[in-house]
Protein backbone atom coordinates (compact mmCIF):
# COMPACT_ATOMS: atom_id res chain seq x y z
CA UNK A 1 0.00 0.00 0.00
CA UNK A 2 2.53 2.48 1.01
CA UNK A 3 4.60 1.08 -2.01
CA UNK A 4 1.55 2.41 -4.39
CA UNK A 5 1.60 5.96 -2.46
CA UNK A 6 4.98 6.66 -3.25
CA UNK A 7 4.16 5.72 -6.73
CA UNK A 8 1.40 8.37 -7.34
CA UNK A 9 3.35 10.78 -5.82
CA UNK A 10 6.62 10.39 -8.03
CA UNK A 11 4.36 10.37 -10.57
CA UNK A 12 2.41 13.65 -9.89
CA UNK A 13 5.96 15.12 -8.96
CA UNK A 14 7.14 13.62 -12.66
CA UNK A 15 3.97 15.78 -13.85
CA UNK A 16 4.52 19.10 -12.18
CA UNK A 17 8.48 18.82 -12.95
CA UNK A 18 7.57 18.42 -16.57
CA UNK A 19 5.47 20.98 -17.50
CA UNK A 20 1.53 21.04 -18.31
CA UNK A 21 1.84 19.69 -22.21
CA UNK A 22 -0.91 17.21 -21.74
CA UNK A 23 -3.69 19.19 -20.28
CA UNK A 24 -4.43 23.05 -19.38
CA UNK A 25 -4.36 23.45 -16.00
CA UNK A 26 -5.24 27.16 -16.32
CA UNK A 27 -9.04 25.66 -17.11
CA UNK A 28 -9.68 23.62 -14.28
CA UNK A 29 -12.22 24.17 -11.97
CA UNK A 30 -12.79 22.22 -8.65
CA UNK A 31 -17.18 22.55 -7.59
CA UNK A 32 -19.12 20.44 -5.18
CA UNK A 33 -20.70 16.76 -5.88
CA UNK A 34 -20.74 17.27 -9.62
CA UNK A 35 -19.59 19.42 -12.34
CA UNK A 36 -20.79 22.47 -13.48
CA UNK A 37 -22.97 23.41 -17.15
CA UNK A 38 -19.94 23.07 -19.76
CA UNK A 39 -17.61 21.15 -17.94
CA UNK A 40 -16.94 17.45 -17.79
CA UNK A 41 -14.46 15.60 -14.95
CA UNK A 42 -10.64 15.69 -15.36
CA UNK A 43 -9.23 12.06 -16.45
CA UNK A 44 -6.01 11.16 -14.23
CA UNK A 45 -3.57 12.22 -16.15
CA UNK A 46 -4.80 15.87 -16.10
CA UNK A 47 -5.34 15.21 -12.03
CA UNK A 48 -1.62 13.96 -12.28
CA UNK A 49 -0.29 16.41 -14.36
CA UNK A 50 -2.33 19.50 -12.81
CA UNK A 51 -1.82 18.27 -9.23
CA UNK A 52 -0.27 21.41 -7.84
CA UNK A 53 -2.49 23.64 -9.64
CA UNK A 54 -5.84 21.67 -8.35
CA UNK A 55 -4.07 22.00 -4.84
CA UNK A 56 -4.01 25.17 -4.92
CA UNK A 57 -7.62 25.54 -5.76
CA UNK A 58 -8.88 23.12 -3.18
CA UNK A 59 -8.98 23.45 0.45
CA UNK A 60 -5.62 22.05 2.49
CA UNK A 61 -7.45 19.25 3.90
CA UNK A 62 -9.78 18.90 1.38
CA UNK A 63 -10.23 15.78 -0.97
CA UNK A 64 -11.20 15.39 -4.53
CA UNK A 65 -11.40 13.18 -7.59
CA UNK A 66 -11.71 13.10 -11.59
CA UNK A 67 -13.49 10.49 -13.54
CA UNK A 68 -11.33 8.26 -12.39
CA UNK A 69 -13.67 6.73 -9.26
CA UNK A 70 -10.50 4.69 -8.07
CA UNK A 71 -7.97 7.75 -7.07
CA UNK A 72 -8.23 10.68 -5.06
CA UNK A 73 -6.30 14.18 -4.82
CA UNK A 74 -5.70 14.94 -1.19
CA UNK A 75 -4.72 18.69 -0.55
CA UNK A 76 -1.68 20.62 0.55
CA UNK A 77 -3.06 19.63 4.22
CA UNK A 78 -1.94 16.04 3.33
CA UNK A 79 1.09 16.75 1.12
CA UNK A 80 -0.82 17.23 -2.17
CA UNK A 81 -0.65 13.37 -3.07
CA UNK A 82 -3.03 11.35 -5.40
CA UNK A 83 -4.00 7.80 -3.52
CA UNK A 84 -6.45 5.09 -3.97
CA UNK A 85 -10.03 6.34 -3.05
CA UNK A 86 -12.78 3.65 -1.87
CA UNK A 87 -15.98 6.13 -3.00
CA UNK A 88 -16.38 7.50 0.04
CA UNK A 89 -15.93 11.29 2.26
CA UNK A 90 -15.39 12.96 -1.23
CA UNK A 91 -17.26 16.37 -1.99
CA UNK A 92 -14.94 17.67 -4.33
CA UNK A 93 -14.75 17.03 -8.09
CA UNK A 94 -12.08 18.58 -10.62
CA UNK A 95 -13.43 19.65 -13.99
CA UNK A 96 -12.23 20.44 -17.11
CA UNK A 97 -14.02 22.46 -20.03
CA UNK A 98 -16.03 20.10 -22.03
CA UNK A 99 -15.39 22.06 -25.51
CA UNK A 100 -18.14 24.30 -25.24
CA UNK A 101 -17.87 27.99 -23.81
CA UNK A 102 -18.16 28.11 -20.06
CA UNK A 103 -22.03 29.13 -18.94
CA UNK A 104 -19.95 32.80 -16.97
CA UNK A 105 -18.71 33.35 -20.51
CA UNK A 106 -21.77 36.30 -21.42
CA UNK A 107 -23.23 35.41 -24.74
CA UNK A 108 -23.88 38.75 -27.34
CA UNK A 109 -26.92 39.40 -27.57
CA UNK A 110 -29.43 38.22 -30.71
CA UNK A 111 -29.73 40.97 -33.10
CA UNK A 112 -33.16 42.31 -33.02
CA UNK A 113 -34.91 42.15 -36.25
CA UNK A 114 -37.12 44.50 -38.03
CA UNK A 115 -40.37 43.47 -37.40
CA UNK A 116 -42.52 42.29 -40.62
CA UNK A 117 -46.05 43.81 -41.88
CA UNK A 118 -48.83 42.47 -40.31
CA UNK A 119 -51.97 42.21 -41.85
CA UNK A 120 -53.29 45.43 -41.04
CA UNK A 121 -49.82 47.49 -41.22
CA UNK A 122 -48.84 47.93 -45.33
CA UNK A 123 -45.47 47.59 -46.32
CA UNK A 124 -42.87 50.15 -46.09
CA UNK A 125 -43.30 52.61 -48.26
CA UNK A 126 -47.16 52.40 -49.01
CA UNK A 127 -49.23 55.24 -48.27
CA UNK A 128 -51.67 54.93 -45.23
CA UNK A 129 -55.16 55.84 -46.34
CA UNK A 130 -57.20 57.03 -43.59
CA UNK A 131 -60.74 54.93 -43.13
CA UNK A 132 -63.81 56.40 -43.06
CA UNK A 133 -63.89 54.96 -39.65
CA UNK A 134 -60.82 56.84 -38.32
CA UNK A 135 -62.03 60.24 -40.29
CA UNK A 136 -64.85 60.82 -38.39
CA UNK A 137 -62.93 59.91 -34.92
CA UNK A 138 -60.58 62.21 -35.29
CA UNK A 139 -62.85 65.58 -36.76
CA UNK A 140 -65.26 64.67 -34.19
CA UNK A 141 -68.01 65.59 -35.80
CA UNK A 142 -69.25 65.51 -39.42
CA UNK A 143 -69.92 68.27 -41.57
CA UNK A 144 -73.75 67.13 -42.48
CA UNK A 145 -74.54 66.97 -38.45
CA UNK A 146 -72.98 70.63 -38.36
CA UNK A 147 -75.58 71.69 -41.09
CA UNK A 148 -78.43 70.08 -39.29
CA UNK A 149 -77.48 71.86 -36.03
CA UNK A 150 -77.54 74.79 -37.73
CA UNK A 151 -80.69 74.51 -39.50
CA UNK A 152 -83.28 73.37 -36.79
CA UNK A 153 -81.17 76.04 -34.25
CA UNK A 154 -82.25 78.39 -37.29
CA UNK A 155 -85.87 77.24 -37.99
CA UNK A 156 -86.66 77.77 -34.56
CA UNK A 157 -84.99 80.87 -33.81
CA UNK A 158 -87.16 82.22 -36.83
CA UNK A 159 -90.57 80.31 -35.88
CA UNK A 160 -90.60 81.32 -32.02
CA UNK A 161 -89.49 85.13 -33.29
CA UNK A 162 -91.95 85.45 -35.86
CA UNK A 163 -94.87 83.80 -34.00
CA UNK A 164 -93.78 86.37 -30.88
CA UNK A 165 -93.74 89.49 -33.35
CA UNK A 166 -96.81 88.58 -34.77
CA UNK A 167 -98.77 87.93 -31.24
CA UNK A 168 -97.28 91.08 -29.37
CA UNK A 169 -97.46 93.70 -32.65
CA UNK A 170 -100.20 92.35 -34.65
CA UNK A 171 -102.17 90.56 -32.34
CA UNK A 172 -102.56 87.42 -33.81
CA UNK A 173 -103.73 84.14 -32.60
CA UNK A 174 -103.42 80.35 -32.81
CA UNK A 175 -102.20 79.18 -36.78
CA UNK A 176 -102.37 82.98 -37.38
CA UNK A 177 -99.30 83.84 -35.60
CA UNK A 178 -96.52 81.20 -37.59
CA UNK A 179 -95.02 83.55 -39.61
CA UNK A 180 -95.39 83.54 -43.46
CA UNK A 181 -98.42 81.40 -42.77
CA UNK A 182 -100.17 81.11 -46.33
CA UNK A 183 -96.38 79.55 -47.20
CA UNK A 184 -96.35 76.78 -44.73
CA UNK A 185 -99.91 76.15 -46.09
CA UNK A 186 -99.55 76.21 -49.41
CA UNK A 187 -95.83 73.89 -49.10
CA UNK A 188 -96.97 70.58 -49.13
CA UNK A 189 -98.75 71.31 -52.67
CA UNK A 190 -96.02 73.24 -53.57
CA UNK A 191 -93.56 69.99 -52.99
CA UNK A 192 -96.39 67.66 -54.83
CA UNK A 193 -95.56 70.55 -58.19
CA UNK A 194 -92.00 69.80 -58.08
CA UNK A 195 -92.08 66.20 -57.74
CA UNK A 196 -94.17 65.79 -60.48
CA UNK A 197 -92.41 68.10 -62.59
CA UNK A 198 -89.04 65.92 -62.21
CA UNK A 199 -90.92 62.92 -62.94
CA UNK A 200 -92.35 64.02 -66.01
CA UNK A 201 -88.72 65.34 -67.07
CA UNK A 202 -87.51 61.87 -66.72
CA UNK A 203 -90.68 60.32 -68.24
CA UNK A 204 -90.76 62.57 -70.76
CA UNK A 205 -94.47 63.08 -69.68
CA UNK A 206 -96.54 65.96 -69.96
CA UNK A 207 -97.08 68.49 -66.89
CA UNK A 208 -99.46 70.44 -65.06
CA UNK A 209 -99.76 72.44 -61.72
CA UNK A 210 -101.43 70.78 -59.41
Known amino acids: EGGKMLKYVAIASLAMASGTD ?17 YDLADLDTLM ?8 LI ?5 AHGSDMTKK ?23 TPSGGPPPDTPQPPPTPQPPGPTPDTPPPGVPV ?20 IIFFVGFAVYMGAGMAYRFKVKGETGVNMVPN ?10 MKDGALFIKNKVTGGGYSSV
Open 22 to 38: AADCGTLVHDVDSCRAG
Open 49 to 56: TCSADICA
Open 181 to 190: VEFWKDLPNL
Open 59 to 63: DPYAI
Open 129 to 148: EPTPESSSSSDGISGGAIFL
Open 73 to 95: LAGTGYGCIIEDWDGTNVGDVIC
